[in-house]
């Protein structure tokens, strides 16, 4: 092997190692973010040469892979009631309001940012305008006409959203109290008969959720590897389970960034791109030595 080749090793080296310091840069602008998962830079060595005498010499370093990180992080206590956070491994799905709603769990998107708010639609919607999905698979939207056929009054505002996505809301008068059902805002009797058959905020379980692409604005998108089921939207499948899942009214999930975590693998990584650059100069200089041996 000649010299230069450890001048290429020691270029691996920077390359991957800048993409490193991206993803550190990455992790700490996100630190505010809510909703936030990390991502880590993961390493692996190059196919080695052999040299002889079962002996084998690295070509240098690559990138293996950019995980997500999906920890738990903790809660910011708000005082609006539509800030929604879910404790455990599920996701809020939402849908892109030009799009179709989608037919299974795998064409919705999915987020664990709750600040979610009422459009002039009075569709439930995040900040971009994406809109929430209920365990139907449909978009919730509060109908301001109300449901003649139970004689309720007009939509005055959401009051309480429990730890399975049970919406309840007041209706104009400020007395009538009644359920969110999947065609809109339905008044139905507040007792644990019919409370049990009404739609609810949905949220998705996602198998590997180190499958999901990023795509943005807190959002995720399914993939193949993320093992999201292509089976419709349900009640019984889609409800959080009020004791592993759990939806939090009046709550945000912060960023799960450890501040002090990042500046550590900051310094490591701009010491490794430092070290990487004096292999190349290094090198540099032995090919000089063997210049200067024409004198």
Known sequence: ????????????????????????????????????KSGRMLFSDMLSANIGNGSQIGRGTQIQKVDNLFSQSSFETTEIVTDLAIQGNSFF?????????PVNQNGAMLTRAGAFRLDSNLNLVNPDGFQVL???????????????ANNATNFSKITNIDSSGLITYLAKDGITTNYYNTTGAVGVAANAANAATVQRLAVVTVTNPGGLDKAGGTLFRPTTASGIPA??????????????EKIYTNSLEQSNVDMAAQFV???????????????????????QEVLNLKR
């Open 231 to 244: 089976a419709a939207f349900t009640l019984a499948g889609n409800s959080a389970n009020g004791s592993s």
């Open 1 to 36: 092997m000649s010299i230069t080749s450890a001048m290429f090793t020691g270029v691996s080296g920077l390359l991957a190692n800048a993409e490193g310091i991206n993803v550190i840069g990455n992790n700490l602008s996100n630190v505010n973010t809510i909703g936030f």
């Open 134 to 148: 209920d365990t139907a698979g449909n978009p919730i939207k509060f109908l301001d006409d109300g449901n003649p």
């Open 93 to 101: 799905a939402v849908k892109d309001p030009n799009a179709a709603a």
């Open 265 to 287: 693998k900051m310094i490591l990584t701009q010491r490794a791109y430092s070290a990487n650059s004096k292999t190349i100069t290094t090198a540099d200089e032995m090919t």
